[in-house]
């Protein structure tokens, strides 16, 4: 198993009211509620967070894109990764992802990739996601029909700007470059790993194993609602002559740690309880723009959150809830370990996306939640799925000899 | 009423087209809510004029919006519904989103029409009035922003939708965007509708029409509720300064749909087309 801490980095100081008083978390809650200075600490927080849970044993730490989110504070992934790579040395650091179809040209993204994964000597991994709706079409504009085509060509131009070595010309429809020749090129041959977040439709299955990219499945609402997704996708792999090794999939858990189950409830309930109740208070109108799903995948589905009910119920999950609906594994290190086994082997995946820093969760408790996790959970879940130990073709294969940076600064006065 | 499919852009999509009524031939383009099976409004200027209304791509059984991009595009769409049906010299009205595409047409090429008729029309931007996103509306949110009188708008759009077939009372009109496989058949059209008309609308309604609107230099009415909460007066009088020998007739108390709150009034302001 590998072991990713991801980071949402939530704007942790939304009042108790704000469901009541705010129209939408993303994209029209208004900056005014955002206050600067303490957003220094929140991110310097957050950053340090990642940093321990290196040492706390995880493989991967992680980081996402999101735009005018007050529960995603990463407009760009990328500055975040940036920092990681000169205060850590082991992780891989996970960008899952940049939304590729939002960057024009879209080689600045095969060129900030290739400089994270030159800076971290190889432990980069890339994600690439469609985007959702809010960020995609709501905070950036692009048209919803356009999103997937743009996609797609962000897409072939990044993988030729990673793998060519002459420069070349590119004449798509949104990207029309004279000279594609990116400088620097990815450390990692014949580029980094790449992990695709998906919400169930058939293409983005296909896509995935065809490429050789890892599929996840990044949702908060929990393993028992991810199974008939994860079936599907495996079912999928299943039609194409491929093998099936768990590290083709990804899931992203929230997960808690304390000494015992009441700890656990005691330390962690209330920001959980802020995450799903203030930071998922989401106008519904906003998820899904018309024309960013295609038809075919929309003639699968029922699309229950936009009934004036449904949309009011969406944020109001009680605790029991929570809990017996594994929205969140949350207890004593038995209790976290028994059911991460039993959603790893159910859903059948290799890469845990471990969302431990969760709502308003202060620094303290992360850290003793990373640290129980790293000690007392990931060991006895580390080697579930032995025949395929040695598949690396989903993970960073750093360098080996990776420069330390400098913390003396040797030579200056 | 009649309706027909007919082949446009050299086979790459297929039009829907309504014929009605007879004399001058108009051509009538649809806003973003699409036209209606029956649709009372061609009716309506079915009884003056010979009017052709072609369903875009994406909407009702038209097909082939993949090849709908750019404004262009739409405007060349329009062109081609003409020449496939042999229209010379229609008056071209077009409400809302309609009316964009019909301004670009007299933009593009203001001999091809004797008379240009904006409907409430979309196609301009002005900061100090933001059109309020459709996008990010949710369906039973709508005929507040469109309607005078949101209680009749419900009705007529989910009537509409099911073409008019039911006559349950108003309550259970409202009770059905509660119900999910209604929602789901909504939502599913309003994605193939609204995901063409995103293409010319979607983040902001505006694609360069206020610097080509000097050269439709033809007898143009604007027709506009004074009530408009979607695109209120100022658009209509931002249409003016572009277009200075159009003449504005308002609705008094309409709204964005006043083609179907007040059908009489609207027909008879482009009657002042011929």
Not at chain 2, 15 to 21: I, K, L, P, S, Y
Not at chain 2, 238 to 253: D, K, Y
């Amino acid at each position: 198993m590998k072991f990713t801490f991801f980071h949402l980095m939530a704007w942790p100081h939304l009042a108790e009211d704000f469901r009541e008083k705010h129209h939408s978390v993303w994209v029209d809650l208004p900056n005014s509620l955002y206050d600067p200075v303490a957003g220094h600490d929140v991110y310097h927080n957050y950053l340090d967070q990642l940093e321990y849970a290196e040492q706390c044993g995880f493989d991967g730490i992680g980081v996402n894109e999101h735009h005018s989110n007050a529960y995603g504070l990463m407009p760009s992934p990328n500055l975040m990764a940036a920092t990681l790579t000169r205060r850590t040395s082991r992780a891989a650091i996970v960008v899952l992802g940049n939304s590729i179809a939002l960057y024009s040209p879209a080689v600045r993204v095969a060129e900030e990739m290739a400089m994270l994964d030159v800076m971290s000597g190889g432990r980069f991994i890339g994600g690439f996601p469609v985007g959702t709706s809010m960020d995609t079409n709501y905070a950036y504009g692009t048209i919803p029909t356009e999103t997937r085509e743009r996609y797609a060509e962000a897409h072939d131009l990044i993988i030729k700007a990673w793998t060519e070595r002459e420069p070349f010309a590119f004449n798509g429809r949104y990207n029309k470059l004279r000279y594609v020749n990116i400088w620097p090129r990815p450390v990692q041959q014949p580029y980094p790993a790449i992990h695709v977040p998906g919400g169930g439709s058939v293409e983005t299955y296909d896509f995935c194993i065809e490429n050789t990219y890892s599929y996840s499945y990044l949702s908060y609402s929990g393993y028992l609602r991810g199974r008939d997704l994860m079936r599907g996708y495996w079912e999928q792999v299943g039609r194409h002559a491929v093998d099936e090794s768990p590290y083709r999939a990804g899931f992203a858990q929230v997960i808690a740690v304390g000494e015992t189950d009441a700890e656990a409830e005691k330390l962690y309930r209330k920001h959980i309880d802020y995450f799903y109740n203030r930071c998922l208070h989401i106008y519904p109108g906003f998820g899904e723009a018309p024309g960013y799903r295609t038809i075919k995948t929309l003639k699968k589905g029922a699309i229950p959150q936009f009934t004036p009910k449904g949309a009011k119920t969406l944020s109001q999950l009680s605790w029991k809830e929570l809990l017996d609906q594994r929205y969140v594994i949350c207890g004593s290190p038995d209790t976290v370990r028994e059911q991460c086994e039993e959603m790893i082997k159910d859903l059948r995946f290799g890469n845990l996306f471990c969302l431990m820093a969760l709502g308003s969760m202060p620094h303290e408790i992360v850290r003793h939640s990373t640290r129980l996790f790293g000690e007392k959970v990931m060991p006895k879940l580390r080697n579930l799925w032995p025949d395929y130990a040695d598949d690396n073709r989903f993970w960073c294969r750093p360098i080996a000899n990776r420069r330390q940076p400098d913390r003396e600064l040797k030579g200056v006065a | 009423m009649q309706s027909y499919m007919i082949a446009t852009g050299g086979g790459r999509t297929q039009t829907r087209v309504f014929e009605v009524g007879q004399g001058a031939p108009l051509l009538y383009l649809h806003s973003a809510g699409g036209l209606y099976e029956g649709d009372p409004f061609l009716a309506a200027l079915g009884e003056h004029y010979h009017v052709y209304a072609p369903s875009l791509p994406g909407y009702l059984d038209s097909e082939g919006a993949d090849n709908l991009r750019t404004m262009l595009d739409f405007t060349l769409w329009g062109f081609d519904v003409m020449e496939e049906l042999g229209i010379e010299q229609p008056a071209v009205v077009g409400h809302s989103m309609g009316g964009m595409i019909a301004a670009e047409m007299a933009c593009l090429n203001p001999r091809a029409f004797r008379g240009l008729g904006l409907v409430c029309a979309a196609g301009l931007w002005l900061e100090e009035h933001p059109m309020p996103d459709i996008f990010a509306k949710l369906p039973f949110e709508l005929p507040d922003l469109l309607f005078s009188d949101p209680a009749w708008g419900t009705k007529f759009i989910t009537e509409g939708y099911d073409f008019g077939s039911t006559q349950d009372d108003l309550v259970s009109f409202i009770a059905r965007f509660q119900d999910e496989g209604f929602l789901q058949e909504f939502l599913l059209k309003n994605a193939r509708r609204m995901g063409t008309a995103g293409k010319i609308l979607f983040p902001i309604p505006e694609r360069g029409l206020s610097e080509r609107l000097y050269r439709a230099k033809l007898p143009t009415v604007l027709v506009w509720g004074d009530a408009d909460r979607l695109l209120p007066m100022p658009y209509a009088h931002a249409f003016q300064s572009h277009l200075p020998h159009a003449s504005l007739v308002t609705i008094p108390g309409g709204a964005h749909m006043a083609p179907y709150e007040q059908t009489a009034d609207v027909v008879a302001a482009l009657r002042r087309l011929n």
